[in-house]
């Protein structure tokens, strides 16, 4: 799942990783879950910690994190849901009784490894915390709608599903058309994809500026699920439910007509992954992935190759051939060394054959294309 640290601007996956900890107060938690299950949570807790008269316990591990805790989290929507208070230790404090990364030995602290035990929830050394401080976790849509990427892999070893609540529209790009999209669509992967449009121009002032307002704040949140949600590889494995205004959205006290009326779409789309082909799919995803690695790999020889080189960044240009390692960063032992310099060469030789001589995966490969970007993982 998806939830969003308001805290520290940023998206989380749930469960947190092996290397994150947070901490909750007995209190908080009785407001927001069942009385047995934050006792369970407690019993679970390898050690507790009291600061300032509070006693902060350790959210339970990956492995033993309460699905309902993370739906809560996930599921905060902001002025209808309560945010989800956690806690994060700060200075010199580490969970007692509970492993964190050793660090080599003989290998000093870095001031990266300081700042980064900040950022995941208090990771450090030491008998105590100096201090906590309040984290808020609130709805995981505000950054992420729709997190297919929690699903992915280079290739797929077996289909994974999604499902898009499509909700009415006058200004949708079915407005208009003589010919009506089914209320329970699923693309197939050569199906053409149709860019989202919402129309801003209205007769009243007021309402055409309400318009665009709200239309750069669905932007700033969904841009990311929209473009994913259109690429081949994803797009033919995202059943589409159409919903009236009666059905869903922020409608909390739906009939049980409505509702059997969504759940009957519900086994609609169901029936329409019975007919999904994983054959298609996975030599899609093949494609895409040849595709973006030949044009990623071209890049990564154009850029080790640059010429002219700056004189002053010669030195820098020559690390990754060299013997003579950046801290912190180093290879670990003349071994990883060696591999990494025939890695990089390996890449490079690749690189300047595939733009020379070709071939050019990207011709027939699906569109849009994708790209491969290295970017931090959430």
Not at 23 to 50: C, G, Y
Not at 163 to 175: K, T
Not at 323 to 330: G, K, Q, R
Request: charged share 20%.
């Amino acid at each position: 799942m998806i939830t969003t640290d308001v805290s520290h601007s940023e998206p989380r996956s749930l469960p947190f990783d092996k290397d994150t900890h947070f901490w909750f107060l007995k209190h908080e938690f009785e407001t927001l879950f069942p009385k047995d299950l934050v006792d369970w949570m407690i019993r679970q807790a390898p050690e507790n910690r009291s600061f300032k008269g509070d006693t902060y316990y350790p959210l339970p591990a990956a492995c033993d994190l309460p699905v309902l805790v993370a739906t809560r989290m996930s599921l905060s929507f902001p002025l209808l849901i309560s945010a989800v208070p956690l806690h994060e230790s700060v200075g010199a404090g580490s969970i007692q009784g509970v492993a964190t990364p050793e660090r080599k030995r003989g290998r000093p602290k870095t001031q990266l490894e300081s700042t980064d035990s900040l950022a995941a929830g208090g990771i450090g050394e030491g008998p105590a915390a100096a201090a906590f401080r309040q984290c808020w976790f609130s709805d995981g849509g505000i950054c992420s709608n729709f997190p297919i990427h929690l699903f992915d892999a280079p290739l797929p070893r077996w289909p994974t599903f999604a499902i898009d609540l499509v909700y009415p529209d006058a200004n949708g790009p079915s407005a208009g058309n003589q010919t009506k999209t089914p209320d329970v669509f699923l693309p197939k992967p050569s199906d053409g994809w149709q860019a989202q449009y919402q129309s801003i121009a209205s007769m009243l002032a007021v309402k055409e500026l309400s318009g665009f307002i709200f239309g750069i704040i669905a932007t700033m949140q969904n841009w990311r699920d929209l473009l994913q949600s259109r690429a081949p590889g994803n797009r033919e494995r995202i059943v589409h439910v159409s919903l009236t205004q009666e059905q869903g959205g922020m409608n909390l006290n739906m009939s049980k007509e409505i509702l059997a009326q969504i759940s009957l779409k519900g086994t609609q789309a169901g029936e329409k992954f019975a007919e999904f082909s994983f054959d298609d799919h996975y030599w899609t995803r093949w494609r895409n992935l040849a595709s973006a690695m030949q044009r990623y790999t071209i890049k990564v020889a154009d850029s080790a190759n640059y010429t002219p080189k700056i004189a002053d960044y010669v030195n820098a240009y020559e690390s990754a051939r060299t013997d003579n390692p950046m801290p912190p960063y180093d290879f670990e032992g003349s071994v990883q060394r060696e591999e990494a310099r025939s890695l990089l060469e390996g890449l490079i030789a690749k690189g300047h054959e595939w733009k020379d001589k070709g071939p050019d995966f990207t011709n027939t490969a699906p569109r849009p294309l994708p790209q491969m970007q290295i970017t931090l993982t959430y």
